[in-house]
């Protein structure tokens, strides 16, 4: 098992910053890759970026590439993310989530976090 626990919202102007962080405990090296979702009111939760545990890669979804940044601590067992220029349509609640090796799919979530960015 593996727990995951968010960190880091809040409220924000626009074109500020925020940092998420997530905090893993657990089975902690099981993990293969961990990503941060996010879900705006009335929508569907949609993917923000990933992170593979081991390694460099990283992956973004094009609405917040260039604009947030995603690391990780494996000493720490924590991934973070950083965003930056935020805008009002970053308003959401952010989930970190972990996937572990063999599944095919994230495996564990987070509570989740609240950023809302004003106008």
């Known amino acids: 098992q593996v727990q995951l626990v968010e960190s880091g919202g809040g409220l924000v102007e626009a074109g500020g910053s925020l940092r998420l962080s997530c905090a893993a405990t657990?089975?902690?090296?099981?993990?293969?890759?961990m990503a941060w979702f996010r879900q705006a009111p009335g929508k569907e939760r949609d993917f923000v970026a990933a992170a593979w545990w081991s390694g460099s890669t990283t992956d973004y979804a094009d609405s917040v590439k260039g604009r947030f940044t995603i690391s990780r601590d494996n000493a720490k067992n924590t991934v973070y993310l950083q965003m930056n220029s935020l805008k009002p349509e970053d308003t959401a609640v952010y989930y970190c989530?972990?996937?572990?090796?063999?599944?095919?799919?994230?495996?564990?979530w987070g509570q989740g976090t609240q950023v809302t960015v004003s106008s």
């Open positions: 989530a972990a996937r572990t090796f063999r599944q095919t799919s994230y495996n564990y």
């Open positions: 657990g089975r902690t090296s099981s993990i293969y890759r």
